[in-house]
Antibody, heavy 122, light 112 residues
Framework: EVQLVQSGADVKKPGESLKISCKTS????????ISWIRQVPGEGLEWMGK????????NYSPSFQGHVTISIDKSTSTASLQWSSLRASDTAIYYC???????????????WGQGTTVIVSS | DIVLTQSPLSLPVTPGEPASISCRSN???????????LDWYLQKPGQSPQLLIY???DRASGVPDRFSGSGSGTHFTLRISRVEAEDVGIYYC?????????FGQGTKVDIK
């Protein structure tokens, strides 16, 4: 069974750093893109960026470029999303999701993690 | 950026009755390969989103056949032939033609 299991909720102060994770299982990690999607409480879904686990190439939404970093650890089949300096406006639920493949035709998100709640408050 | 506009934003439904949601794009989502790069997702209360429809009209694995997608270019529709109580949640369209991918605002479906 394909699974994406995300790290637990976190509470941070503005300016602090954070790394959340998405551990995958049940498939060949290198063969499927992974994206991160943000959901601010009570609002919709925003695509943040993706990584190709085959070559670690990343794409970011202009809205998030420079503020977050997406990375992978091939040894543990885990994708991560990190901030070096959090803002209160980063308070949200963050989802990782697997694309159906590693090319533009297979862009659809077929398996999602359970979400990680991040609260940034002084 | 490609902007997707859904309507209505709120849709009270009666079980057993049909329902439909519209998604309009400010740019054509028809790829040169003939496919429309438009998906539909459902986020049930307290859950992660799940894929319902991809490439405009193909049902994802395990999705009941009461769900159907149609449309091409800039206008797409998700239809539920007979709404069931388990269909409540927020429905999102998403375009895959341009990275960065974008979602519609969401349509909240609940029971009257």
């Amino acid at each position: 069974e394909v699974q994406l299991v995300q790290s637990g909720a976190d509470v941070k102060k503005p300016g602090e750093s954070l790394k959340i994770s998405c551990k995958t299982s049940g498939y060949t990690f290198s063969k499927y893109w992974i994206s991160w999607i943000r959901q601010v409480p009570g609002e919709g879904l925003e695509w943040m960026g993706k990584i190709d686990p085959g070559d670690s190439y990343t794409n970011y939404s202009p809205s998030f470029q420079g503020h977050v970093t997406i990375s992978i650890d091939k040894s543990t089949s885990t994708a991560s999303l990190q901030w070096s300096s959090l803002r209160a406006s980063d308070t949200a639920i963050y989802y990782c999701a697997r694309h159906l493949g590693r090319n533009a035709f297979h862009y659809r998100l077929d398996v999602w993690g359970q979400g990680t709640t991040v609260i940034v408050s002084s | 950026d490609i902007v997707l506009t859904q309507s209505p934003l709120s849709l009270p439904v009666t079980p057993g009755e049909p329902a439909s949601i519209s998604c309009r794009s400010n740019q054509s989502l028809l790829h040169t390969n003939g496919f429309n790069y438009l998906d539909w997702y459902l986020q049930k209360p307290g859950q992660s989103p799940q894929l319902l429809i991809y490439l405009g009209s193909d049902r994802a694995s395990g999705v009941p056949d009461r769900f159907s997608g149609s449309g091409s270019g800039t206008h797409f529709t998700l239809r539920i032939s007979r709404v069931e109580a388990e269909d409540v949640g927020i429905y999102y369209c998403m375009q895959g033609l341009q990275t960065s991918w974008t979602f519609g605002q969401g349509t909240k479906v609940d029971i009257k």
